[in-house]
């Protein structure tokens, strides 16, 4: 079945790879392979230069991390990150993208997101009916990394698209161009989410889990953790150690009324605001305890911990 736009064409093992597309056929036809070429260009030429970062994004180590990442690139594993909200798990991604000096594209999943958002779709312009590939088959196709954020948001009927990318076929169907795209030798999925956000209803499947290399991330020690506010934020040393005390507190509540404490990114933007010239109670009133719950309940007893801080 020819897809809306393109006409079949035979041809041999050759013809395949002079083809102006990157993908194979499903089927052999019995005389040679059986494989589509548009009859319009594509909706948007492929070009990564966008996503490729090109100063070092700041990120400071915490374990092995960055080891075990260029171990699982090397031999072209998918990696799955784990962590809490705000702990450095993107920023470590654009820090790896520019270090193996490979573009990143990223997704940031969600429950109405398809599987035609990451393959992509067949659009209608004034040319004609033009295929658009979406973010997952740009970065299949021309080698970047694709990093899909929160994972669990999407659906799990929408996940399974990555699976024979994640196993030793390394291969996307796009069902709707009858296409097989082989993926890219530099191509790499990374994806990510926080445990402490599952539930029945938003997992990942085993079969889905079991396909990755995982790094676990948490919150810096303390001193770490103060260095990054420092370097971030702007702010003295005092300051960041005040801060990094005040996530302490919020922390110990965790599951005493709140999901989480206060992240790392949360004290850099309080860090900032006080660097801005807001009176520091103000500053971590308005970047860390209105942000964090809306239960009055809670907001006291995180604003008396806080307050020890203070002290």
Known sequence: MTAPGNKAVAGDAAGIADSPFSGRPFLPDGEGWSYTIAETPMLIAPDLAAYRIDAEPYYRPVGDEITVFEAAWKHRLPVMLKGPTGCGKTRFVEYMAWRLGRPLITVAAHEDMTAA????????????????????????????????DEIV??????TVV??????????????????????????????????????????????????????????????????????EAGTDPALARTLVAIAACSRNLKGQGLDEGASTRMLIHAGRLAAGGVPLEAAVHAGIVLPITDDADVRQALGSAISACFA
């Open 153 to 158: 948001e999407a659906r799990q009927d929408t």
């Open 162 to 231: 990555i699976h024979p990318l994640t196993d030793a076929r390394r291969m996307l169907p796009l069902e709707k161009r009858n296409e097989l795209i082989p993926a890219h030798p530099d191509f790499q999925l990374v994806i990510s989410y926080n445990p402490g956000y599952q539930s029945a209803v938003k997992d990942l499947k085993e079969s889905t889990k079991q396909r990755f290399v995982a790094i676990d991330f948490d919150y810096p020690a303390p001193a770490l953790e103060a260095e990054i506010v420092m370097r």
């Open 117 to 148: 958002d990451l393959a992509g779709r067949f659009l209608l312009t004034p040319e004609g009916t033009v295929w658009h590939d979406g973010p997952l088959t740009l970065a299949v196709r021309h080698g970047a990394i694709c990093y899909l």
